[in-house]
């Protein structure tokens, strides 16, 4: 059974950090682009970052400069490394697997005061 797994989510004031991991079970990544996304209710799921195979990385204008995608795959982890966080980053943040259309469930990320 295939599982991306998302983890650490949370409330943090703008300004801050914060550092989301996906740990993928069931598939190897080491062959597929890994992406991050996310999504605010009433928009469509936007890309945030994505890295390919070979450790290329882009990123969606907004985050450029902020954040930091990076991935192991012989540990099957992905990581985005978030930081001068913006209320505007407030969203459900989604792990991808590209090559099988694999998806997480989802971490919350909340940038408040």
């Known amino acids: 059974q295939v599982q991306l797994v998302e983890s650490g989510g949370d409330l943090v004031q703008p300004g801050g950090s914060l550092r989301l991991s996906c740990a993928a079970s069931g598939i190897s990544i080491s062959f597929s682009t890994m992406g991050w996304y996310r999504q605010v209710p009433g928009k469509q799921r936007e890309l945030v970052a994505q890295?390919?195979?070979?450790?290329?990385?882009y990123y969606g204008d907004s985050v450029r400069g902020r954040f930091t995608i990076s991935r192991d795959n012989v540990k099957k982890m992905v990581w985005l490394q978030m930081n001068s966080l913006k209320p505007e980053d407030t969203a459900v943040y989604y792990c991808?697997?590209?090559?099988?259309?694999?998806w997480g469930q989802g971490t919350q990320v909340t940038v408040s005061s």
């Open positions: 991808r697997h590209l090559g099988g259309n694999y």
């Open positions: 890295i390919t195979d070979g450790g290329i990385a």
